[in-house]
T-cell receptor, first 116, second 109 residues
Framework: IAGITQAPTSQILAAGRRMTLRCTQDMRHNAMYWYRQDLGLGLRLIHYSNTAGTTGKGEVPDGYSVSRANTDDFPLTLASAVPSQTSVYFC???????????????FGPGTRLTVL | GQNIDQPTEMTATEGAIVQINCTYQTSGFNGLFWYQQHAGEAPTFLSYNVLDGLEEKGRFSSFLSRSKGYSYLLLKELQMKDSASYLCALMDSNYQLIWGAGTKLIIKP
């Protein structure tokens, strides 16, 4: 069992380009999350999905979009990348929060994105 | 609003004990998590407290006082591999995690 995989591992992108970060989990978790991590700051939630077919905005959603067509996949798209989106992006998943008592989020290995 | 504070960096000696504190302010609370993150890697789950008191897991223990908005992570018998960042996160009333900036723990021989 792989858990959560993310692709690519790292990417250098020209400003203005479109980019999709991929995230796949095989734990049959209903909930999935995208975070960005910047030096000196805590993880910040970009978007989340509590179940397939639904998505929600987190703390820093501007410039990002997500979709959740099925349980396993939760891609994050930057429509037109800007240098301030240079960051490490983590995908995570969990059981449906607040339902089973096991709200622990499990993280993928991350994607290091540099926008020039 | 919500706010989480933890020290930026701590140093400890191999074999010793270290306590990493986390204080928070929140209007809704559904638990307090601790994660470990080695440099260049993903955060990994360490502990979860939703009731007051101490939870022990081997060399690691976590304590919570909801009335004081306070938690700590206690690491015993420190090993060099414990050098990492330790992230405190509270689960708010919407069951979303609010993260502290993390405490970088440096272990010296």
């Amino acid at each position: 069992i792989a858990g959560i995989t993310q692709a690519p591992t790292s990417q250098i992108l020209a400003a203005g380009r479109r980019m999709t970060l991929r995230c796949t989990q095989d734990m049959r978790h209903n909930a999935m999350y995208w975070y960005r991590q910047d030096l000196g700051l805590g993880l910040r939630l970009i978007h989340y999905s509590n179940t397939a077919g639904t998505t929600g905005k987190g703390e820093v959603p501007d410039g990002y979009s997500v979709s959740r067509a099925n349980t396993d996949d939760f891609p994050l798209t930057l429509a037109s990348a800007v240098p301030s989106q240079t960051s490490v992006y983590f995908c995570a998943s969990s059981d449906t929060p607040g339902t089973s008592g096991t709200d622990t989020q499990y993280f993928g290995p991350g994607t290091r994105l540099t926008v020039l | 609003g919500q706010n989480i504070d933890q020290p930026t960096e701590m140093t400890a000696t191999e074999g010793a004990i270290v306590q990493i504190n986390c204080t928070y302010q929140t209007s809704g609370f559904n638990g307090l998590f601790w994660y470990q993150q080695h440099a260049g890697e993903a955060p990994t789950f360490l502990s979860y407290n939703v009731l007051d008191g101490l939870e022990e897991k081997g060399r690691f223990s976590s304590f919570l006082s909801r009335s004081k908005g306070y938690s700590y992570l206690l690491l015993k018998e420190l090993q060099m591999k414990d050098s990492a960042s330790y992230l405190c996160a509270l689960m708010d009333s919407n069951y979303q995690l609010i993260w502290g900036a993390g405490t970088k723990l440096i272990i010296k021989p």
